[in-house]
Every structure is written in structure tokens, then in C-alpha cells.
């Protein structure tokens, strides 16, 4: 196996969106918000929003996804919680409380939160009354922001699992199947929430994926843009220098139109003063990365 764990951390701008919304009060449809240190506030989308989204992808992968059972009086709603038959009982986990079965999730996410304050922007519209002059009214809160999206993969516990006594350890190639599944769906992220009338892509822009065998977060909130879409490099160095003892690998992909300071980010390695750790660096195209990762010949659980 390349490593037992995998961090992804990508930046993605959304336009003119209310992609996961809050609730309504009154005629406002509201998003979700949390309070930064300054007391801005930052829309964020949570991270069971993002899982949904992705399931989504994997069904039209062809997957087939765990059914999901009533609610019981004795239990919650659940799924079959059948990690070795359904991808998404695998990598997403699952609690049935009848059962006593619960399996943590390998996959965890924070959704996504925006990097810039929310600056109260609305949307106003008007549902028509065909037959007089009692139209309805209504508001929507939206955002133009640029994301950012964390992901911890825990790939050693990735199809294995031991449900009653029970032993679960999917084949190498299926696991193999099911991790290259859920990174195609994060490089072709959407989201299908609410985008009937607030249509916006979220797919990666800029995205960091770190290799190591302890599971720790690398890159975590030092992945920034500012205002003039300018990385910032020494967050990104000090992450990297800081674990330069525990890191396998890693990869950089960027969008050349994304990003205004591409000279600086393919320029990084110059900055990390351990030889040994700026070979374990690949920066290149997010297309080319892409292409890489998903490649038959990039193998994360099959040895060769």
C-alpha cells in the first residue's frame, strides 16, 4: 500500500450561489455561516452536503449505494451497513442503533468554508399570482467566494472492517476501485444542492493530496489565496517544512488561470531546505495531476 493515510486539501471559487442553504426566516432563505476570529462571517457548506453530493457521483460511476432503511421506532434511519457489498457504507460509515453496528468513517471532510467574509448579498425574487395581485416575495442569501475543502482518507482502514466477530477485507483491486472513485468525484466536484437557479461549479482549482503512514493533517488551513488570487507561499512552506519528517509524498496541482503567482508555487521546492523532502514534492498542472492520479499505473493499495 503507498500509505496508510491521505490528505486532501483543494480551493475551488463558486459564483453567485447559495449552494447549501441554512433554513428560511421569514421570506429569507439563509446560508450557512460560521464566525471567524474577527467577527466576520464565513459561509461554509457542510461537509454532509459534500458527501452527497459525492454518493451522487459514484451512482453515476455505476456504483450501486447502500439502501436506506426507515426509520424504526427502536432505531434512526440507516443504511445496510454493508461495507464490503456498498462503497458508500465503506468510506462514509454508517450507525444503526437497533443493531448495534456502527463503523467510523475512513473518509472524513469539513465541507467547505469560504476564505473571504460574507458580505451580505441577496437575491431577490417573485413568485407571480396568475390571477391578480398578491404576488409572493421572496429573498435568498448568496455568495461569490473562493472555498476551501479538507479531507482526511485513513486508506488503511479502507474495506476492512469487523462487524459481530465478523472479518470484512475487500480485495486490494476493489479498494483500489472505490479510492480512485471518490478522488475522480472530489477533482469533478459539484454540488447538486440548490442549483436549479444558483448553478456553480466547485471542482478543484487549486489542490494539495499529502501521503504519510501517521495520520496526521498536513496542509489543513494553510492552504491561501488572497484578494488577487496570489497563493501564499510561506503558509504553505512552514506546513510543509513543519511535517518534512512524516511526509511520503506530495502533489500540487494548480489552474494556470486560477492562481496569479504560478511562478512562485512551481518555484516551491527552492524554498524547502531538505533535499530528501523536495524530492517527494510534484507540482504540476491540476489537468496533468489529474490525468496522474487516476492513471491505471498510480496505484495506492496494489503492489506491483
Not at 175 to 182: D, F, G, P, T
Not at 224 to 236: G, K
Not at 239 to 247: K, L, T
Not at 283 to 298: C, G, P, S, T
Request: charged letters at 30%.
Amino acid at each position: 500500500m503507498r500509505a496508510n493515510f491521505m490528505e486532501i486539501v483543494f480551493l475551488t471559487k463558486a459564483e453567485k450561489t447559495n449552494v447549501n442553504a441554512s433554513g428560511v426566516e421569514g421570506n429569507i432563505t439563509s446560508l450557512k455561516k460560521t464566525t471567524e476570529i474577527d467577527d466576520t462571517q464565513r459561509v461554509f457548506i457542510s461537509g454532509a452536503s459534500v458527501k452527497y453530493s459525492i454518493k451522487e457521483y459514484l451512482k453515476e460511476l455505476g456504483f450501486t449505494l447502500s439502501p436506506v432503511k426507515s426509520k424504526r421506532e427502536e432505531a434512526q434511519i440507516t443504511t445496510e451497513c454493508d461495507p464490503e457489498k456498498y462503497i458508500d457504507d465503506d468510506l462514509f460509515g454508517y450507525m444503526d442503533t437497533a443493531g448495534e453496528k456502527k463503523r467510523v468513517a475512513p473518509v472524513k471532510t469539513n465541507g467547505m468554508i469560504s476564505l473571504f467574509p460574507y458580505k451580505n448579498d441577496m437575491n431577490r425574487g417573485v413568485r407571480f399570482d396568475p390571477t391578480g395581485m398578491n404576488h409572493s416575495l421572496y429573498d435568498i442569501e448568496i455568495v461569490t467566494t473562493v472555498f476551501r475543502s479538507n479531507w482526511a482518507i485513513e486508506l488503511d482502514r479502507v474495506g476492512k472492517e469487523t462487524v459481530k466477530g465478523k472479518e470484512i477485507n475487500v480485495p486490494d483491486n476493489e479498494k483500489e476501485k472505490r479510492i480512485k472513485a471518490l478522488i475522480e468525484g472530489i477533482f469533478n466536484f459539484w454540488s447538486r444542492v440548490k442549483q436549479s437557479n444558483y448553478l456553480t461549479t466547485l471542482s478543484p482549482q487549486l489542490i494539495t493530496m499529502v501521503f504519510r503512514d501517521d495520520k496526521t493533517l498536513t496542509i489543513g488551513d494553510k492552504l491561501i489565496i488572497d484578494q488577487n488570487y496570489r497563493v501564499n507561499i510561506d503558509a504553505l512552506v512552514d506546513a510543509i517544512r513543519y511535517h518534512a519528517n512524516r511526509i511520503k509524498e506530495i502533489y500540487i496541482g494548480y489552474s494556470p488561470s486560477f492562481i496569479s503567482n504560478v511562478d512562485e508555487l512551481t518555484t516551491i521546492t527552492n524554498r524547502i531546505d531538505v533535499e530528501e523532502l523536495r524530492n517527494k514534492i510534484t507540482i504540476m498542472n491540476i489537468a496533468d495531476l489529474k490525468n496522474r492520479i487516476l492513471d491505471n499505473n498510480f496505484n495506492i493499495f496494489i503492489t506491483k
